[in-house]
């Protein structure tokens, strides 16, 4: 414990400097970087708990849902298009990733597929347990793939906020939470105790606890601390909640993006590592074509629209859903990367959710086929 409690200082200290030079959604980068180094040092995983990664997950959905209050028919229409484009690059890369997986003998089909699926690591890891696969080899690509995307975040957004003109100051200076055009401030330094959102994200967890509790029986929410959050704190806003109970700030915030960082980075072990190095070079090499693959589509969401480029890439890249939408929040993107990233996430979990089926049939169809030809 007293170890853990240095990393978590060390943590603390080069998240100050991270923010203080700017860094994009510095302390979730600050707690990835730190407590990933420590797991595979000391080769323990550091993973938060469910009563903590839960609030957290409330945390960053109550500050993604003020941009889509404003949202009118018209313009979610207009977001049809990226969504799309998202979804269809994204299944291409994720098929043809799983099948070099599977054609290698790393894994069953299934697996694969469970791995690549850019649907949350935690909602992926969840299904390959419930359909009895190779829960560690889906574990291991799934938090690589999101190490990794989040490890090259900051880059990227300096880089996009730049190639879309942003006149803002992207190295930013202390306290900056910008890096595009438009961007937010924070109102209040990362360490000050902002007891109403405090109070404001406990009620929401709650609510939505009860809402989970209650309806269990019957449906399986996807990400339900997501999206209920969000639903719930929407309907605040419309009743007139003062702004300041619903949209987290200063150490509230900063606490959320710690967990939200430690759970990224602190998963992969040394063992886990060693256990599949024949598969990590083809697993790195998928995570990086579906990074170049967000990066294609997002070239093509500017090209027929009026997006940025960094909301393009912001909405398409295969996150960490919680870690894109705390990067989006920093960079003041616009509704389309909230919009955009939840819309993959259900599609791949109702995808994976199927995949038994899906694959089942696929067989039996080959089958079917090479019966006739002989």
Same mark, same amino acid.
């Given at each position: 414990? $007293? *170890?853990? @409690? #240095? *990393?978590? #200082? !060390? $943590? *603390? @200290?080069? =998240? @100050?400097?991270c923010d203080h030079l700017g860094v994009p959604a510095a302390w979730i980068f600050a707690f990835l970087v730190v407590f990933g180094a420590y797991a595979i040092i000391s080769d323990r995983q550091t993973t938060p708990s469910k009563q903590v990664m839960q609030p957290a997950q409330v945390v960053i959905a109550m500050v993604c849902v003020a941009p889509l209050v404003e949202l009118d028919g018209p313009t979610i229409l207009g977001y049809l298009g990226p969504t799309a484009i998202a979804l269809t690059v994204t299944l291409a890369l994720c098929g043809a990733a799983a099948w070099l997986l599977w054609r290698s003998g790393a894994a069953s089909a299934v697996s694969a597929l469970l791995a690549t699926l850019a649907g949350g690591a935690s909602g992926m890891t969840v299904l390959a347990t419930e359909l009895k696969e190779d829960v560690r080899f889906v574990v291991l690509t799934q938090y690589l793939r999101l190490s990794l995307v989040v490890l090259t975040l900051p880059a990227f957004v300096h880089l996009f906020a730049m190639g879309s003109g942003s006149s803002g100051d992207v190295t930013g200076e202390a306290g900056d939470a910008g890096t595009a055009a438009g961007a937010v401030t924070d109102t209040v330094a990362w360490w000050t105790p902002q007891w109403q959102p405090a109070v404001g994200a406990v009620v929401v967890w709650a609510l939505v606890w009860l809402v989970v509790r209650a309806t269990r029986r019957w449906v399986n929410l996807p990400v339900p601390y997501l999206l209920v959050s969000m639903l719930v704190t929407w309907l605040g806003? *419309? +009743? #007139? !909640?003062?702004?300041?109970? +619903?949209v987290p700030q200063g150490l509230v915030l900063v606490a959320a993006y710690a967990v939200i960082g430690v759970q990224a980075g602190g998963t992969l072990t040394k063992t886990a590592l060693r256990q599949f190095r024949g598969s990590l070079p083809l697993i790195l090499a998928a995570v990086v074509a579906m990074i170049a =693959? @967000?990066?294609?589509a997002a070239l093509l969401i500017t090209r027929f629209t009026d997006i940025a480029l960094l909301d393009a890439y912001l909405a398409t890249v295969p996150g960490g859903i919680y870690a894109v939408l705390a990067f989006a929040h920093e960079a003041g993107s616009e509704p389309v990367v909230t919009v955009v990233q939840v819309m993959r996430t259900l599609a791949m979990l109702v995808i994976g959710g199927y995949l038994p089926t899906m694959i089942a049939w696929w067989g039996r169809r080959r089958g079917r086929r090479r019966g006739a030809a002989s």
């Open positions: 414990m $007293a *170890v853990v @409690a #240095g *990393v978590f #200082g !060390i $943590a *603390v @200290a080069v =998240g @100050a400097v806003v *419309v +009743l #007139g !909640i003062p702004e300041q109970w +619903l =693959g @967000a990066i294609v």
